[in-house]
């Protein structure tokens, strides 16, 4: 069945510093791929997605480029926020547009 | 539309009583998934409606689960002689089947608190 690897976290970092969060996944056929953020007290938000191979999903300054070749779908920014700490989940979906598999989620803390 | 509703926000109960939970869809959604989250996990996939067909149920859903979309519309999941493994958030998400890439959006959750 499908999974999802995803960077221990927490992950702690000053505000202007440059993240990274590994993703890799296996999934049949062709997945689309979703970064989720969950934030201190709320629900689940699509953060951003990408639908085939070498698509880059973006918002909010986040990226990630599907990587079909390394199964990887890594959320990158080049300068986080404290507004950005939360958790982040990745999660691949089949093409039978049934379930999303989440990650364990890595929390991501931003200090001033 | 104001999203992907669910009622109760919380819910405190007795080991071995019977619990419902109640979601309400994008009102343009077929598709409505329930899953659940423990602390510090990622939620897990419990099971999934086209319209008020139950098209996939997850192992995680026990005999004690039952979940139901009648209408095509809100869905309700059933937790009957619950147990203090039970406590955990519920989630109910929903999309458009007639999307190609799966994007749901997720409601706030019902928080379970089995005691």
């Known amino acids: 069945g499908d999974s999802v690897t995803q960077m221990e976290g927490p992950v702690t970092l000053s505000e202007e510093a440059c993240l990274t969060i590994n993703c890799t996944y296996t999934a049949t056929g062709y997945p689309s791929l979703f970064w989720y953020v969950q934030y201190p007290g709320e629900g689940l938000q699509l953060l951003l997605k990408a639908t085939k191979a070498d698509d880059k999903g973006s918002n909010k300054g986040f990226e990630a480029t599907y990587r079909k070749e390394t199964t990887s779908f890594h959320l990158e920014k080049g300068s986080v926020q404290v507004s950005d700490s939360a958790v982040y989940f990745c999660?691949?979906?089949?093409?039978?547009?049934?379930?999303?598999?989440f990650g364990e989620g890595t929390q991501l803390t931003v200090n001033p | 539309d104001t999203g992907v509703s669910q009622n109760p926000r919380h819910k405190i109960t007795k080991r071995g009583q019977n619990v419902t939970f109640r979601c309400d869809p994008i009102?343009?959604?077929?598709?409505l998934y329930w899953y659940r989250q423990t602390l510090g996990q990622g939620p897990e996939f419990l099971t999934y409606f086209q319209n008020e067909a139950q098209l996939e149920k997850s192992r995680l859903l026990s005999d004690r689960f039952s979940a139901e979309r009648p209408k095509g519309s809100f869905s309700t999941l059933e937790i009957q002689r619950t147990e203090q493994g039970d406590s955990a958030m519920y989630l109910c998400a929903s999309s458009d089947a007639g999307t190609s890439n799966n994007e749901q959006f997720f409601g706030p959750g019902t928080r379970l608190t089995v005691l």
């Open positions: 999660a691949p979906s089949t093409n039978s547009g049934s379930r999303l598999t």
């Open positions: 009102s343009e959604h077929n598709r």
